[in-house]
């Protein structure tokens, strides 16, 4: 009896289409990130297969309204800055960057997706070995998928290869 019920219930059912059963991907806007923020907490690896850093630090993303909807003006108006601590996995070894000055070139909303495409300045503090103390104009490109985590991927050639030629991952907070 109650295999039949079950049976008779799914063929003889009516849907309601009128629903949306996925829930769709609402698109964004620029000041969907003014204020976004998050921490950073990521493995690279060396010349080995195995994780030799982990970086860990705060980044912070800001939109600052213009008074025109200009193009330009929304351009100079995304900051994006960053605080990163990178430590030896062994813990022996460790320095700070700072990620400041971005300028953004390219601003694309793809559905739940952000991507932002510019260069940035960095410093280093720590280790003077480890790479030049300012490095300026660094080309980089930043992922926020569905607003709740981040992917920063900065060109290898002028940082020397620095994070292993792997993005640095985070969160939204």
């Known amino acids: 009896m109650g295999v039949s019920l079950v049976v008779n219930g799914t063929f003889n059912h009516e849907y309601d289409l009128s629903r949306i059963s996925i829930q769709e991907a609402q698109s964004l806007n620029v000041t969907d990130i003014a204020d ?12 080995t297969p195995n994780p030799a850093w982990i970086v860990s630090g705060k980044w912070n993303l800001v939109y600052i309204p ?4 200009d193009v330009n003006s929304t351009m100079q108006n995304v900051k994006f800055n960053a605080s990163l601590v990178m430590s030896s996995i062994d813990g022996t070894d ?9 300028k953004l070139s390219n601003l694309t909303f793809l559905h739940a997706n952000v991507i932002i495409d510019g260069a940035f300045n960095m410093t280093t503090t720590g280790d003077k070995d480890v790479l030049d103390n300012d490095i300026v104009n660094i080309p980089a490109r930043i ?4 607003l709740k ?25």
């Open 94 to 102: 460790s320095h700070r960057h700072r990620i400041a000055d971005f």
């Open 149 to 173: 985590t981040i992917i920063i991927e900065i060109e290898n050639k002028q940082i020397k290869e620095h994070f292993g030629g792997t993005p640095i991952y985070g969160k939204v907070d």
């Open 143 to 146: 992922q926020i998928p569905n």
């Open 66 to 69: 213009g008074n025109n909807t």
């Open 36 to 47: 976004l923020k998050g921490n950073i907490i990521s493995l690279h690896k060396n010349d």
